[in-house]
């Protein structure tokens, strides 16, 4: 590990304030001499698309709604003239170029480390400059107030049993908050009855409601949620890109007892108290850290949101771990893949992950797993209908337009067209409450059968419904 002379180290204090500030200056004389700059140097940046396995009990479900889109993550290595390497990981495929970042080459890290607008590259370059220094990460943004981070899972919307089995599963797990988006064609009311039925006393759940609806709309549905001791909290739950959606959005603070987070609107809303608490989502350092300071000069809690696995777990702590409002439960992904590129595993305990000691991110990249889980050059895709059946007898018959990342984002229409699924409701048949329809959504697959290759052959052209 290179070491660092005083001078070395009073050269940087103008990049990392944070650093310096929790170091001992060197005296007033020295300071007088000049600085010699860390000479360090970017050589390569590599950048890598992964397809880690899904955990078997749901795999299949989670393909099906967005094939590649949700499974496939991108790793960032940098690396310097002396050897060293520093990791980074985003979500969401597919991945960018690798052009999109041999600028850094030849640079030095310490100069950019600070510069970078994508949380990937922020990470791998803060995880490089911890290991330089021989720190935790976490030293590069501030003093740690806390050793535990409190973590929530992630799932998708599914049918009520369906989500009642995640509850089971996550909770044996070591998870205390589950956060899923709401869903149009599924009963959010019927959903969170069924996960009451099995949850564990302190199991919690964070709806996301999507911003796309009114407050008339949503509040009546926040009332009844009210009931269920399970209901935690509620993300983005009524629209808010017009000014006047403020004012609705502090009425429906008022006339609710669940939390009311912002995502879309950011931590304006906590400003203008039109919020209880916020997510800061995929920022990278600097942006995280401007957007924690808003948050505690608001007096409101917020939440981390990055999707990854262990790199990402890993530096998703090391930030939480100094932002004092970052109280509640973060959100991450890992949990979703049983394998991963890095050689330790983070365990969760008591719904809390502990704050890896470093250097760095405190976690190693295990190249043949890198290897072994590139991404397959084809995808088996099997042969599914999304099926939408209403107590009242009717059904309607969709498919998903065949996207090797957006499957799950638009359906199927006319001549090998295709919609935006947001479209839908206006576009067939269904009555009922939005979010409380009598309605139950699946993944139908017979087939073979007579009546499925018929469903089949006239969803093609669109949505198809019976009666």
């Not at 030095?108 to 949380?119: A, G, K, T």
Request: charged share 25%; hydrophobic share 40%.
């Amino acid at each position: 590990m290179a070491s660092l002379s005083r001078r070395e180290l009073l050269g940087m204090v103008g990049a990392f304030g944070a650093v310096a500030a929790t170091r001992r200056m060197t005296p007033a004389a020295e300071q007088e001499q000049a600085f010699r700059p860390v000479r360090l140097k970017i050589t390569d940046v590599e950048v890598h698309e992964i397809v880690a396995p899904y955990q078997d009990y749901n795999a299949r479900r989670l393909f099906r709604h967005r094939q590649l889109g949700f499974q496939s993550r991108t790793v960032y290595v940098v690396r310097t003239d002396n050897g060293l390497e520093g990791y980074g990981e985003t979500g969401n495929g597919p991945a960018p170029s690798q052009e999109k970042f041999a600028y850094l080459v030849g640079r030095n890290p310490f100069v950019e480390f600070n510069r970078v607008s994508h949380l990937g590259m922020s990470m791998a370059l803060y995880d490089l400059l911890a290991k330089y220094l021989g720190i935790p990460l976490w030293q590069l943004i501030g003093p740690k107030i806390r050793d535990w981070v409190p973590l929530a899972a992630w799932t998708m919307s599914q049918p009520p049993e369906g989500m009642a089995k995640e509850a089971v599963h996550l909770s044996q797990k070591g998870y205390t908050w589950m956060k899923y988006h709401v869903d149009y064609f599924q009963n959010v009311i019927d959903q969170t009855e069924a996960i009451q039925r099995v949850a564990p006393p302190g199991f919690r759940l964070q709806y996301d409601f999507n911003g796309d609806e009114s407050l008339n709309t949503v509040l009546p549905i926040l009332k009844e949620l009210e009931k269920f001791p399970v209901a935690g909290r509620v993300e983005d739950p009524i629209r808010s890109n017009r000014p006047a959606d403020r004012d609705d959005w502090r009425l429906l603070r008022e006339a609710t007892r669940l939390p009311i987070l912002s995502h879309a609107p950011g931590t304006d809303y906590l400003v203008e108290r039109a919020a209880d608490g916020c997510l800061i989502s995929r920022f990278p350092v600097p942006e995280a850290v401007r957007a924690a300071h808003v948050a505690e000069a608001a007096n409101a809690p917020f939440m981390l949101q990055h999707v990854g696995g262990n790199i990402t777990l890993a530096f998703l702590a090391h930030e939480a771990a100094v932002f004092k409002m970052g109280t509640l439960a973060h959100i991450h992904c890992g949990h979703l893949w049983k394998d991963d590129v890095t050689v330790e595993r983070l365990p969760i305990v008591g719904g809390s992950v502990q704050v890896p000691k470093g250097p760095g991110l405190g976690v190693t990249l295990d190249r043949e797993k890198l290897r072994k889980l590139a991404p397959p050059k084809k995808i088996k895709r099997d042969r599914f209908v999304v099926r939408m059946k209403y107590h009242n007898g009717l059904t309607v018959y969709l498919r998903y337009v065949e996207d090797r990342y957006q499957a799950g984002q638009r359906y199927l229409s006319g001549k090998g067209g295709s919609v935006a699924i947001k479209e839908l409701p206006s576009r067939v048949p269904g009555s009922g409450p939005m979010y409380r329809r009598p309605v139950v959504t699946d993944f139908w697959d017979a087939t073979g059968t007579a009546e499925f290759e018929r469903i089949w052959k006239r969803t093609e052209s669109g949505p198809y419904w019976t009666r």
